[in-house]
């Protein structure tokens, strides 16, 4: 079984600060990793992802993350966030066997302060 | 290429009612996923169709039901709706099953 921990519920940061939303993950196989960004009454846009390669990730809007695997995380960093980043993002995993199921964290909602 | 379409966007049913959602994949995808969001319980799975057959199910009780068409669209059923079943409630689709592309949801409200 996997399991997906954001620690954090709620980042409240300023604008034009650096930014990292932290996860944690636990799988016993290998994963693939995610990140999606939920605006306000929408659904779920990906930021970025993990399938291998590289362990460190670039996605959209300026967005990347670090693999670790000898720390099972996949913390998502911005160094200066904009209003317009404000939002609840969503850590994910899928383990690479199996029937590719896919578990999402419970989220962390980044509030940008102008 | 069109995304994921969800109708109807929103909804308002009576306990007791059953209700139906629609979920057109992007094409060319095969895998189906939906997912109920609420602010207690956050996201939570409810299950997946890959080619018309159901490959994973999340821990809801049979009231949720699902299938897939052979065009990869998909529909959900709620029967007997509780108030707690008033949610936003996701479809994902994907080539392979992983890189999950969402849909932008329909709202029900259970009075």
């Known amino acids: 079984a996997q399991s997906v921990t954001q620690l954090d519920s709620q980042v409240p940061v300023f604008e034009e600060a650096p930014v990292e939303l932290r996860c944690n993950y636990s799988?016993?196989?290998?994963?693939?990793l995610f990140w999606y960004v939920q605006y306000p009454n929408q659904g779920l846009q990906l930021l970025l992802k993990y399938l291998s390669g590289s362990t460190l990730v670039k996605g959209i809007n300026g967005f990347e993350a670090e693999f670790n695997k000898s720390q099972t995380s996949f913390h998502l960093r911005k160094p200066s966030v904009h209003i317009s980043d404000t939002a609840e993002y969503f850590c994910a995993v899928g383990d690479s066997g199996g029937y590719q199921k896919v578990t999402f964290g419970t989220g962390t909602k980044l509030q940008v302060i102008p | 290429k069109a995304g994921v379409t969800q109708t109807p966007r929103y909804l308002i049913k009576t306990r007791g009612q059953q209700v139906t959602l629609s979920c057109s994949p992007i094409?060319?995808?095969?895998?189906v996923s939906w997912y109920q969001q609420t602010p207690g319980q956050g996201l939570q799975f409810l299950f997946e169709y890959f080619s018309e057959t159901q490959r994973n199910k999340g821990n809801f009780p049979g009231r949720f039901s699902g299938r897939q068409f052979s065009n990869s669209r998909s529909e959900m059923n709620v029967s007997t709706l509780e108030l707690g079943d008033s949610a936003l409630y996701l479809c994902a689709s994907s080539f392979v099953g992983y890189e999950q592309y969402f849909g932008p949801g329909t709202r029900l409200t259970v009075t």
């Open positions: 799988s016993s196989v290998s994963v693939y």
């Open positions: 094409s060319g995808h095969r895998s």
